[in-house]
């Protein structure tokens, strides 16, 4: 089992920055992927940013350019360093994962609790 604890979270203004972090713990082989989804109240769950294990990054286009999101080398731990914030960044955001655990490709996937990112205008 893989466990994705996230921190970060907090009220900021419009305009200003928040890094996000998650640290994955567990039997981990190596990483699929790691990201980020967001999802504002009364509305669905959608995609932020993922990070490949080789580095490869995908962005919503609702964030390309504010948003970067990285990994520290050498452990499960992804980042996402988030500038220009405005309201409509307000939303639970929630670290997702996919690893391997075992040299049989044993797989796990799963979320992290979530935190609370909240921009005031």
């Known amino acids: 089992q893989v466990q994705l604890v996230e921190s970060g979270g907090g009220l900021v203004q419009t305009g200003g920055s928040l890094r996000l972090s998650c640290a994955a713990s567990?039997?981990?082989?190596?990483?699929?992927?790691m990201g980020w989804y967001r999802q504002p109240t009364g509305n669905e769950r959608d995609l932020v940013a993922t990070?490949?294990?080789?580095?490869?990054?995908v962005y919503a286009d609702s964030v390309k350019g504010r948003y970067t999101i990285s990994r520290e080398p050498g452990k499960n731990t992804v980042y996402l360093q988030m500038d220009s914030l405005k309201p409509e960044d307000t939303a639970v955001y929630y670290c997702?994962?996919?690893?391997?655990?075992?040299?049989?490709?044993?797989?796990?996937?799963?979320w992290g609790q979530g935190t609370l990112v909240t921009v005031s205008s």
């Open positions: 997702n994962g996919e690893f391997t655990l075992d040299l049989f490709g044993t797989t796990w996937h799963g």
């Open positions: 567990g039997n981990i082989l190596g990483i699929n992927y």
């Open positions: 990070i490949t294990g080789g580095g490869d990054t």
